[in-house]
């Protein structure tokens, strides 16, 4: 569940971004200014706001330490700032001084990725506060860029829809035609799906674009493979471009916010939606979760930044996959294998598996001889693991999935105290009296209610009962 807990409304003009470090909260707008916010209480800095951009600001973020935040405008510089005392600590000018649309501070070691409308990116060594290495996309703007856990690498995306990947010295190592109509923002999770002993690194990566798509991918890196970006499956939820995505600090979720007002949270293991969250009012430009609590933020045009309390009782990206057909499973190809295996904590099996071109209905098939004879897994302690990761995926493909309309629309859960609200809708008695405590409106279509009465819906508990009973049988 993801409550509404604050709403900031101090910018002057569209929210482009927003941005958290263990202990703040910034955020850059239209009005040429950034503001930095304390998470304890969210009460405004002294030193906020942030003044010395000429034009609008499209970006912002704070360096692995949080000590430093940096901006990027389009007066065609970026600029970095001291999270301490708001002092500016120096301007770096893009060439050509073209716009400057996305800024990212490097994992490691000190350096700043600027991109610029005119295609061209430079990397600046904090240090010297000179560029370290330059480059240019082609054909098109620079309108997202992301870095990988360990700096390595790092990802751009362009307003003529390609994804790029370059290493840390600048060189471009795949490009990838991701989205038709342009590519808007890119995020890869910081924490890293595997790093197994076989030398394969695998780093999740989610894209957005005006083709109202997210895409989730994996970056494989191994020396002898070089890098490859491997699609995985793409998240439809939207009904307008998107123009923001961010995964979790755990990976285990991610977040995007659309031309439709409207933000989604998915869980990343499974493309389900968690949650919908439709308050606010013009588009949606940019989230974010923070690091070490269960915060999010949302901005918007709509000149304001929502601040969201989640609930992290989700399911974890080792649990088993839920309501999967057979049919679904058995279609799955050797990418989804592998993504699986990531999924159970066995990353370690998945260049095992690709060789042997194991896909869904291979996987379906192999039991304790042909892990031990045909795969020769030797140790019977992780054949053993394999086998009972298999059989649970199977377990729960035969099961029969909870009916929707027996689920709360608000936490997605079996009911067990069904009420109907005066929107017409059922709920859970526990989860609507929350909702209703916090704002009046309904949660599934925004609207007012007229009244905050609750009517028991004794028909659709009985038949919930009903239900249970003959899945116990």
Known sequence: MATLIHTLADHSDDVNYCAFSSSCLATCSLDKTIRVYSLSGFAELPYSPLAGHTYAVHCCCFSPSGRVLASCSTDGTAALWDARDGRRLAVLPQPGASPVRVCRFSP????????AADGSLVLWDLRSLKPYRSGKVKGGSLMACAFSPNGNLFVTGSSSGDLTIWDDKMRCLHNEKAHDLGITCCDISSRPVSDSENGFKYFQ?????????????????????????????TLNGHSAPVLACAFSCDGQMIVSGSVDKCVIIYETSTGNTLHTLSQHTRYVTTCAFAPHSPLLATGSMDKTVHIWQLDLKQPCAGDTVENESKSAVEDWSEDDVSAWLCAQDLSDFVGLFKMNNIDGKELLNLNKESLANELKIESLGLRRKVLQKIEELRMTMISVSVPDEFLCPITRELMNDPVIATDGYSYEREAMENWISNRRSSPMTNLPLHSLMLTPNRTLKMAISRWLETQQK
């Not at 798509?213 to 995985?232: N, T």
Request: net charge positive; glycine share 8%; aromatic share 10%.
């Open 108 to 115: 490691q070691p000190a350096r700043l990725l600027a991109g």
């Open 205 to 233: 990566m989610a894209s957005c674009g005006q083709d109202n798509q997210i895409k989730l991918w994996l970056i494989l890196f191994a020396d002898f493979l070089g890098v490859q970006l491997k699609y995985k499956c």
